[in-house]
């Protein structure tokens, strides 16, 4: 029986600031349920605030506390480890890190970070990975969608420099086991309660499967035709609105 959902952010309930059609029904729904919802995004050019605050404006019925975002695990991992960070990031998400120390930095942080993914800051990440600083990223997707086109996003370039210096990123949101696992357990559930809606095949469907949820993929943000076929296990439906229909039905 399913307890929990977890619903991707961009590409499943908006897209260019724009609610899809029915997700934000959808949402109600899914809240008036009683279901534990906790949205889960890798995005790395907006705070978990400015998240919050985009969901909210659009209409979707969410609170603080159930936004799951990459960059959060982040910040609290460098708080853990007591890490002074290197921030290669969209100048978008620099607040979420503003009260973190960033002198003699020991740790990489690589979100999405546009234009500032240059030479010369690659290099500058690359020399300090090459004393044995750790790489932290939030994630390892290919590519994002916006206004109708896919461009590059952060895991290229967590591969460039994971070659370059010989080194493995740790990566703290999805398709890290430990960023479900920590939504799991704020949600009080277990992997098999728990359903993950998202856009994107490998970071949303095939790692959600590999933690023990059941997943299903929505054809909208950067799905691309035929990626179903790599997750036969997954359920496929054109849209959220159309899964919550079929799955939990009104009363």
Known sequence: MIKAVLLDISGVLYEDDRALPGAVEAVARLQDRDLALRFVTNTSRK???AVFADLTRLGFAVEREQVFTAPGAIRRYLHRHDLHPYLLI??????EFADLESDDPDAVVLGDAAERL??????AA???LQ????????GTNRYFRRQGELHLDVGPFVRALEYAADTQAVVLGKPAEGFFRAALEDAGVAP??????GDDVECDVIAAQAVGLEACLVRSGKYRPGDEARAPQAECEDSLSALVARRFPGD
């Open 47 to 49: 705070t978990g605030e």
């Open 90 to 95: 969209h100048e978008g998400l620099e607040p």
């Open 118 to 123: 240059d030479y010369d800051h690659l290099d």
């Open 126 to 128: 690359f020399r300090l």
């Open 131 to 138: 004393r044995g600083a750790p790489l932290l990223t939030v």
């Open 192 to 197: 098999e309660e728990t359903l993950m809606v």
